[in-house]
């Protein structure tokens, strides 16, 4: 299965990092989103232990947060030695209310309200990274009435096409983040901001998409980024100390899909961005990342019961979970592709296709069409699997959906995360 944190036991259950999936979700109830703590952990230390041999300055690896947020997950990263990146002020709060320190988050964000940014100017986040010049202008405004002067990235389109399911190399500046090369856009920022008293410009940012598999994206990424730092230094005299390649890279989330190693995406980007500094004469800056999805991987899982089984002959038999929609909209939202498996038969064959849907008033409410499972019954447990990331973080209480729990396997051992929603809490701010 996809990846080797998977087994199944010997009544024939799927587990995940030695839990038995079918005790989880008749303990906890479904659904229940499931994470492997000891795999997230490791993933933490495969990144941050990459630039660590490949590298000769000081490195930072931020988890992108949006991709699973609350506050046992920066927990879990603060204490594997990561920093956080959030992209809204309900995210900083979390990881404030974690405690996780201040001057590791990095916020990021295409439309900061001028409140967020006073937030984050008022609990002190390490860098903010500027995606526009009105953003630019609001933050030196409020830096200079609180007497603060932030350390400051700014967003790059490097010319590498930021869609998220593909990667294409073309159509650069039709994106909503950040600053464009091609037309100036950057270097006028940059003039900007020199002349500005409040902002501490300290480096660039970029990220080139999501779910990618090529290194070449990363390879063309540094060599741009680099260049640019040079043009800033032989046109206004600074020297950028930092560039930011952000997230992106790609998890198993089928068996179709063959991620690279994390410490060989590093070691290529390590090695790519010493290579640009040589051609350019541009001392080492330190490099940051942000993977998001990556941190998760794909051995976490959504666990639901399965209540109808209806089959419409010639056409497709629909299994209905307790779920759907409200707890992963990544099908409804793009097609996202999953693997799911009977838990209480994984040991069986995975012959039947099914459309797995959920239990909301959509039509579009599927998880997965024409996938292959093992024959389901009603009353049986269906995990998806690799739903720890963008699952959890885009979950609505549509249909007055309560949002599931989630808990985290540690050495086998289950602990809640985040507790069940109730009818209360979803009446709890209506008037
Ligand atoms: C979404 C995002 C990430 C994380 O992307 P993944 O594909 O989950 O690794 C990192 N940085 C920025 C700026 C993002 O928007």
Redesign the pocket.
Known sequence: MLTNRYSVNEKGHLTLGGADTVELASRFGTPLYVFDEDDIRGNCRSFREAFEKNYSLPCKVYY?S??FSCKEMYRLVDSEGLCA?V?SGGELYTALAAGFPAEKIGF?GNNKTPDELAFALDSGVGRI?VDNIYELYTLNDLAGEKGKKPSVLF?IKPGIDCHTHEYIQTGQIDCK?GFALENGEAMEAVKIASAMDNISLVGI?C?IG??IFETQPFIDAADIMVKLATDIRDTFGITLKEINF????GIKYTEKDIPTEKDTDIKILCENVKLACERYDFPLPSLSI?????ILDASTLTLYKIGVVKTIKDIRTYVSVDGGMADNPRYALYGAEYEAVVANKADKPRDFTATIAGKCCESGDLIQEHTKIQTPQVGDTLAVLATG??NYSMASNYNRLPRPAAVMVSGGNPRVIIERETYEDIIKKDI
């Open positions: 992108a949006k991709a990146d992209v990021h990274i967003r983040f940012h990220h999501s779910q952000g997230g992106g890279y942000e993977p998001g999805r990556s990331a963008y």
